[in-house]
């Protein structure tokens, strides 16, 4: 018997050794990885740079805690301020913990209790970000929730304007929500609720927890609308697959996390950190970016040719390298087709085939790609 809970249904795949875009499992299959461990080895499994300074740092020391200075943190967080126009960093370890700190802030600044999030919108799997979560199967049985939250339909202004209240800490969205089904906000939307939100005397909040470190071909996905969040959370591809989170504010914020107002043991550890810095040093400069958007733009028309005409295909969306398919049914049979054909890919919300390659695949591996999910997508799947 398995020892553990079976939080997960895992794939009959056992991971052996990962280079690039590529992943070999215990009995020698090769298998081309557009999962990026969901959105985590932007740069692929195993970059040369993360590695030579994960290496470096593992001579030096593992961990001291976060009572001591800290160059390391200082100048990561410098690179994340730079990249998202704010100030202030808190270094955590996943993404939950990257939103809880983000809820803890805008509730204590602002002296107010609500934060208004979106329904299919998913923020993590502690109590205040289960509570936050848009989408009841991840609520089932936990009740009862904190009572923080309302949510609204996405992309509805006027949901947000009847909701927005005196109460009103903030309003917390992802500018592409990822599990609840890749779907875009538009960016009337978006920024009205910004004006919306300070008009209120309310945080904005941007989740860029999966289109963050780009993903999106911005460092951050919100640049491409033109907004100025109080708060943005990151975590996934911050380190390139070593346990990270981030909450990245406004100066204005610094008296809200005072000393001993919030923290973490293990939150900025060294060994992370070294990757994590590695990481945007390499993600954050121009040329990579704009090589992602040319990926992305060269993925999203390579799939719409070879996707037209095929019957259960509605269309294609998303930014940059997070793609997602829209099915007129269930996805994950084709998910597990696709992995019987050596293409690892992911589902989101019950229709959506999801797309999360590394930042760094090939033109070569995009086509290989496009003409295994073609024929799986034309072929007839046996939904079990
Ligand atoms: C948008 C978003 N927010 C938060 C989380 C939670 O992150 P973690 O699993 O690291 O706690 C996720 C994870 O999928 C996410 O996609």
Redesign the pocket.
């Known amino acids: 018997m398995s020892h553990l809970f079976p939080t997960y249904a895992r794939w009959n795949v056992t991971p052996a050794k990962a280079e690039g875009s590529w992943l070999t499992d215990q009995s020698g299959d090769v298998y081309l990885d557009f999962t990026s461990g969901?959105?985590v080895s932007n740069l692929g499994h195993i970059p040369k740079q993360v590695k030579k300074a994960v290496d470096k740092q593992l001579q030096a020391f593992w961990h001291t805690s976060n009572l001591f200075q800290s160059p390391l943190q200082e100048e990561t967080a410098k690179i994340l301020a730079e990249a998202s126009h704010l100030d202030l960093v808190f270094f955590c370890n996943?993404?939950?913990?990257a939103?809880e700190a983000a809820i803890k802030l805008a509730r204590k600044s602002t002296g107010r209790s609500k934060i208004i999030t979106f329904l299919k919108s998913?923020?993590?799997?502690t109590y205040a970000?289960m509570a936050a979560t848009g989408q009841e199967k991840v609520k089932l049985g936990f009740g009862p929730m904190l009572e923080t939250f309302e949510y609204v339909p996405y992309n509805d202004i006027e949901a947000v304007k009847e909701a927005l209240d005196d109460n009103t800490a903030a309003v917390m969205l992802?500018v592409i929500q990822?599990?609840g089904g890749v779907n875009e906000g538009n960016a009337d939307f978006l920024q009205e609720v910004e004006k919306l939100c300070h008009e209120n005397g309310s945080l904005f909040v941007i989740?860029e927890?999966?289109?963050g470190i780009g993903r999106t071909g911005k460092p951050f996905a919100f640049q491409h609308y033109d907004l100025h969040p109080d708060i943005v959370?990151s975590?996934?591809g911050i380190a390139n697959g070593f346990p990270l989170?981030a909450v990245i504010g406004k100066k204005e914020l610094a008296e809200t996390f005072s000393p001993g107002s919030h923290g973490s043991t293990f939150g900025g550890n060294p060994v992370a950190l070294s990757a994590a810095k590695a990481t945007l040093n390499t993600i954050f400069e121009d040329s990579f970016l704009n090589e992602v958007q040319q990926k992305g733009e060269l993925l999203t028309s390579l799939l719409k040719e070879q996707l037209s005409g095929v019957e259960i295909v509605k269309g294609v969306k998303g930014k940059g390298l997070m793609i997602g398919i829209e099915l007129s049914e269930e996805a994950t049979p084709y998910v597990t087709a696709a992995r019987e054909e050596k293409l690892l890919i992911l589902s989101a919300g019950t229709n959506v085939i999801r797309l999360l390659p590394p930042l760094t695949v090939s033109e070569e591996e995009i086509s290989q790609a496009v003409k295994i999910i073609a024929s799986v997508l034309t072929a007839k799947v046996q939904i079990s």
Not at 94 to 97: C, I, T, V
Not at 122 to 125: D, K, L, M, S, V
């Open positions: 969901i959105g996943s993404g939950a913990e939103n998913f923020h993590g799997r970000t992802e990822g599990e989740d927890i999966q289109t959370s975590a996934k989170g």
